[in-house]
């Protein structure tokens, strides 16, 4: 049986793996982060193959022993959201964070250079 799935997507400072964690922890879900599992699944976060990093999600998703997953930052394009549906479920909800570019700067800025999202989460301008 597969679980509950729940989207949570943004862009890269917005507060979504803040958000999430919250989240899961008030409502017992699980949050599996998609450059995590990419990583995971040895697929490059940076360089992938949408149908079979989506595909990957899947069966990931089919052997989950978890009622309710979180998912955050996936769907990243139309192309994933439909092979996801088409070979899954529709997510029962999609929390999208909406940020300016300004707040999400200054929070990336916040992080440091020594944090590992900092070079690919400047490119905001």
């Given at each position: 049986?597969?679980?509950?799935?729940?989207?949570?997507?943004?862009?890269?400072?917005?507060?979504?793996?803040?958000?999430?964690?919250?989240?899961?922890?008030r409502t017992n879900m699980e949050v599996?982060?998609?450059?995590?599992?990419?990583?995971?699944?040895?697929?490059?976060?940076?360089?992938?193959?949408?149908?079979?990093?989506?595909?990957?999600?899947?069966?990931?998703?089919?052997?989950?022993?978890?009622?309710?997953?979180?998912?955050?930052?996936?769907?990243?394009?139309?192309?994933?959201?439909?092979?996801?549906?088409?070979?899954?479920?529709?997510?029962?909800?999609?929390?999208?964070?909406?940020?300016?570019?300004?707040?999400?700067?200054?929070?990336?800025?916040?992080?440091?250079?020594?944090?590992?999202?900092?070079?690919?989460?400047?490119?905001?301008?």
């Amino acid at each position: 049986m597969l679980p509950e799935v729940f989207f949570m997507i943004g862009p890269k400072g917005s507060g979504k793996s803040t958000i999430a964690k919250r989240l899961a922890h008030r409502t017992n879900m699980e949050v599996l982060n998609f450059d995590r599992f990419l990583a995971h699944a040895g697929l490059n976060p940076d360089d992938y193959d949408d149908e079979e990093a989506t595909m990957a999600l899947v069966k990931n998703l089919i052997n989950e022993t978890s009622p309710r997953i979180l998912i955050e930052d996936f769907p990243r394009n139309e192309q994933q959201a439909r092979l996801f549906i088409r070979n899954c479920v529709a997510p029962t909800e999609v929390f999208s964070i909406k940020c300016s570019k300004d707040i999400c700067q200054e929070r990336i800025l916040d992080l440091g250079e020594e944090h590992k999202s900092y070079i690919s989460s400047a490119m905001l301008t």
